[in-house]
């Protein structure tokens, strides 16, 4: 049985879902792709603190490059998070002749083209499903069993932080302040939640929607962005008087001249509106085709296991091209 073996850049919550997704689920991967994954280094920063995963100590490192680089790694798995390194490592190991697997959304909408281009130009496969909405598989879709489509409009629900903070100022009659706090409190948000409540966060992920839907690249910081925290109680009950409810909504719609049109900002929805009922930390992503008409993605946008479902389901993907490739040569 081919043996690909993956190294992962950054062992947090993602890094440890990926582990955990692979090593649980090992029996049913190996029967349905006739390969076998092996995890044999993951970057930390400090190899002797506790951990949620039971990794053996042996794979941990503090050095990106004895993984970066390294022949015996087949798939890179970049999980840091932020702009730099992580976009200098996705390229030297594009370079070096490895694959790469991202969640780094941040890094990814930043520099789309260089990544992409890099790849190409290396024969290597980049492959970034769970840099958008978590578990949920909508770029994989958007570029497979949908690509026959031409689309007209993309809009999601893509932050959970915010949806929670909404959901619970509309279900309980709060206010944005006491409801960050409690959002903290349950992990929900950051101590610094500043890139989620100001919409930074959904414009990285718009970014990439866009390229995979509509072919065109928009850095995130050209798309209009309007977060929610000027949003009040007195908002949220004008809103549901008039039958709505207020979402932090990412949105692209491409009108008939080809031309796009696209922003970042709260939305009055209608309460029949499928978005409108997505509630707490959860997202969904709504599309319409030409073909398929309209779709919507719905699950869990954040969080160790659903984020390295989204992970080893690239690397699954890459594994399975791998060996047939090699099968191919024989």
């Known amino acids: ?91 030297d190991a594009m370079k070096s002749g490895q694959h790469v697997v991202s969640a780094n959304k941040a890094a990814i909408a930043a520099n789309y083209p260089e990544l992409t281009k890099t790849a190409k130009d290396n024969n290597v496969e980049f492959r970034i499903e769970a840099s958008v909405c978590g578990g949920i598989p909508v770029l994989s879709c958007l570029t497979s069993v949908l690509g026959a489509n031409d689309f007209s409009e993309i809009m999601g629900i893509c932050n959970g932080t915010t949806n929670y903070i909404l959901t619970q100022m509309t279900d309980f009659d709060l206010e944005y302040a006491d409801v960050l706090k409690v959002a903290q409190e349950k992990g929900f948000a950051e101590a610094d939640p500043t890139a989620d409540v100001e919409g930074l966060d959904v414009a990285n992920k718009l970014s990439i929607l866009i390229a995979l839907a509509f072919g065109k690249y928009v850095h995130p910081k050209d798309i209009p962005t309007t977060g929610i925290t000027a949003i009040t109680k007195d908002d949220i009950a004008a809103a549901t008087a008039r039958k709505c409810k207020i979402k932090l909504i990412g949105k692209a719609t491409k009108h008939d001249d080809g031309s ?71």
């Open 260 to 330: 796009l049109e696209y922003s970042v900002e709260p939305v009055e929805l209608p309460a029949a509106h499928p978005l409108a009922g997505v509630s707490n930390e959860f997202n969904a992503v709504f599309l319409t085709g030409n073909a398929v008409d309209d779709l919507m993605f719905y699950g869990k946008g954040a969080g160790p296991l659903p984020t390295g479902s989204a992970v080893a389901g690239d690397v699954l993907e890459i594994g399975k091209a791998i060996a047939k490739c090699e099968a191919c040569d024989k």
């Open 1 to 91: 049985m081919k043996t690909v073996r993956v190294g992962l850049l950054g062992f947090g919550n993602v890094g440890s879902g990926t582990y955990d997704t692979l090593k649980m689920n090992m029996g049913k991967i190996e029967r349905e792709t006739g390969v076998t994954f092996s995890i044999d280094k993951a970057l930390v920063r400090d190899p002797s603190k506790p951990r949620r995963s039971e990794a053996p100590a042996a794979i941990f490192t503090c050095d990106a490059y004895d993984i970066i680089g390294n022949p015996d790694i087949d798939i890179v798995c970049e999980l840091l998070g932020g702009i730099e390194p992580s976009t200098k490592y996705m390229l």
